[in-house]
Structures are given as structure tokens and as C-alpha cells.
């Protein structure tokens, strides 16, 4: 138990941490944006998929909360570590090191985080906690994303997830040991095409919508 604790309190131990639930949602963004493929299928397909789901019952529910789980330790530990380096160094240092801008996304990754969490927030009250009793999940959906606004806010969230993802996946790969030479500029090449598919997939469905309505 005193080894758990201790693993925790060093900023190693926090950084495999995120490090693993940053992995674990990047698989989560992948099926999940798989599913969400269904709706260019038509709402039949894509209300079959959402029924198909939820038939799992208890499996999901326990899915629901190893990702709420997952997001209170990623954002914890992220959390405590951008605490603790601030408080290490108080003031920026007037030069940066060409390793410390080898992605636009490093120096944003808190920030990106924040507006995440509250993009979350904002989509599962429209959609996760919406009235499924009195519309299908198709339904739900194209009622939130065809309003322009929304639409527009979605497109540019995935943007900001994308960015947060770019960097965060190869330096999941990093942190937990995944690293070398050879393989590193791979890794951080494969990192960017999967962001890039990230706002690519996630940001064509409101615009799909739209152009459906």
C-alpha cells in the first residue's frame, strides 16, 4: 500500500497515470467515432447501432464508469502536476528550448484540457442526458447539431481535441517506456494522423447533419 502512495506522489508516478487514461480514451475516441459512423447509414442504421448499445446493459453502465474513472485520474493527476510546475518555476523562462516546441499542442495541453471538460460536460447534457424516452438518439442528434451555433462549437471543439490528442498520445507512448530512437519520429507521425483523423471524422458528422436537415 506504501508503494502505491508513493507512486502516486512522484510526478512519474502522475504522468504514467495520464499517460494510461490518455490511451485508454484515444480507444475510446476510435470505436466511439466508429459508431458514430453509423449515422451516415441514415437514422435507421444509426438508431439500430445506439439499440445494439444499450442492449449490452450492465456492460455499459460499467463502461460509463471505468471512463468517469478514467477522467477523474487524468484530470486529477494533470491537474496536481500543473500545480506542482508552476510552483516550481513561478516565471516563464524568457527563452525556450527548441524540445519544448516540438508541438503546438505542448504548451496548450492544459488549456486544451479545460475546454474539453467543459465541452464534455456541455455534450453529455445534450445528449447522453436528454430524453431518450420521447425521441430516438437520432433524433436527439440532429435536433442539437442542426443548429449552426452548436455545429460550429462541435467542428471547433474537435479542433482543440485534435490538438490536445497530437501531442498527448506520443508522450503517452513516451512516459510509459515506449520509446527509442529509431521509433519515435513513427510514433509522432502516427500521433498526428490520428489527430488529424480525430477532427476529420468527429467534425464531417455535424456538417453531415446539417447538410441532411
Known sequence: MDWIISFL???????????????????FLTTHLAGNFTMFGGHESFNAYAEKLHSLGPLITLAELGLL?????????????????????????????????????????????????????????NFHFADHD?????????????????????????????????HGLWSAFQTVG????????????ASFVFAIAVAVGYGSLPIFVLMSA
Do not use: D, W
Open 9 to 27: 506522489g512522484s510526478s512519474i508516478g502522475k504522468k504514467q497515470m495520464m499517460a494510461v487514461t490518455g490511451l485508454a480514451f484515444c480507444f
Open 69 to 125: 474513472f478514467f477522467a477523474l485520474v487524468h484530470v486529477g493527476m494533470g491537474l496536481l502536476l500543473f500545480i506542482r510546475n508552476r510552483a516550481a518555476r513561478p516565471r516563464r523562462y524568457a527563452v525556450t528550448h527548441k524540445s519544448e516546441r516540438q508541438t503546438l499542442g505542448v504548451g496548450f495541453m492544459p488549456y486544451t484540457g479545460v475546454f474539453m471538460f467543459f465541452f464534455i460536460v456541455i455534450h453529455l447534457v
Open 134 to 166: 420521447a425521441n430516438t438518439i437520432s433524433e436527439i442528434v440532429s435536433g442539437v447539431l442542426t443548429n449552426p451555433l452548436y455545429a460550429l462549437f462541435y467542428v471547433v471543439s474537435m479542433l482543440v481535441v485534435a490538438l490536445h490528442v497530437e
Open 178 to 189: 515506449a520509446n527509442h530512437p529509431k521509433y519515435t519520429p513513427l510514433v509522432r507521425a
